[in-house]
């Protein structure tokens, strides 16, 4: 099997994912304006394949809204400790074997993400607090 060149659409999971025209613009372009010139509903970034050959990327996947499972009351470990009401980018893993892209949803906002040496996935996270 050879290298094959493409064209992949990431998919998102809730029908009210904002689109990258819905951001602000941080400034005004020199040729557009105030003009938003795409509307990416993923804002696709930082891909890595895992040991598997699957491709795991940091991606808008929803609404900002973190679910239940995030805040504060929720019995999810991290939720106890650190509850978290809005995250702006999560996950998505696209396996080229199947052709299926799998979102998953974060309780925390992320940026970047890293495969270590035993193939565990790391992530940043861009939150402020």
């Known amino acids: 099997m050879g290298n094959k060149a ?45 040991a598997q050959g699957r491709i795991w990327f940091t991606a808008r996947i929803r609404d900002a809204e973190t679910p239940a499972f995030c805040r504060k009351g929720s019995s999810q470990a991290s939720a106890k400790d650190f509850p978290i009401d809005k995250s702006t980018r999560h996950a998505e893993v696209y396996d080229p074997k199947t052709n299926i892209f ?27 607090r």
């Open 6 to 50: 493409g064209f992949l659409k990431a998919k998102w999971r809730d029908a009210n994912t904002p689109t990258s025209a819905d951001n602000p613009i941080a400034a005004p372009s020199p040729y557009w304006g105030n003009t938003p010139i795409w509307n990416s509903r993923t804002t696709v970034h930082n891909q890595m394949f895992d």
């Open 102 to 128: 799998t979102p998953i949803d974060l309780c925390f906002s992320t940026h970047h993400l890293q495969f270590d040496g035993q193939d565990r996935l790391w992530f940043s996270s861009p939150d402020r």
